[in-house]
């Protein structure tokens, strides 16, 4: 069953989880930016900025950066970031049709070397090639989820996916 509160998400059977999950990605397919949240790294305030994304099978948010930016300073200070993905575009037309995603989660670079680096790449050049390009000869970065929550439309529960840590 969903849930509606930030404490202790219970177990959701895995189908319901893959149900979950597609969603969230469908949402995610239909965006090209997302907002990302990170915590200044010279005072701990909050800073958000919008980047351009794609989101893989797993609930992983790829974006890309070149060093300098704010948010990729933020990121090495503190990884631990949110991101959030909507269709806010729709509000003028029917308000009641906002759908919202949001993963927390870890930004981790990803190497060249790694051995994932270009089959990611190539995900995000798919969505967004300027965005690959950019990403390229800057950084790959992967948010390894923590939690999704998700929530379709005004009237409906939120739904939480609890992730298990990678060591």
């Known amino acids: 069953m969903p849930h509606n509160d930030d404490e202790g998400a219970p177990a959701v059977d895995a189908e319901l989880r893959a149900s979950i999950l597609a969603e969230a990605v469908e949402i995610a397919r239909g965006q090209p930016g997302g907002t990302l949240a990170t915590l200044h790294s010279e005072d701990g ?99 390894e989820p923590r939690r999704l929550m998700m929530r379709k439309g005004v009237h409906t529960e939120r739904q939480v996916l609890e992730f298990p840590t990678e060591d």
């Open 45 to 143: 305030t909050p800073y958000v900025t919008f980047v351009f994304f794609h989101m893989t099978d797993r609930g992983e948010v790829i974006f890309g950066s070149q060093p300098g930016p704010q948010h990729t300073r933020n990121i090495v200070g503190t990884p631990e970031v949110s991101f959030l993905i909507d269709n806010r575009e729709i509000l003028p037309e029917d308000w009641t049709r906002f759908d919202r995603v949001i993963v927390e989660g870890t930004a981790k670079a990803v190497a060249k070397d790694d051995q994932r680096y270009e089959d990611l790449l190539d995900a995000l050049r798919g969505k967004n090639p300027l965005a690959a390009r950019f990403t390229a000869e800057g950084i790959l970065f992967r948010v």
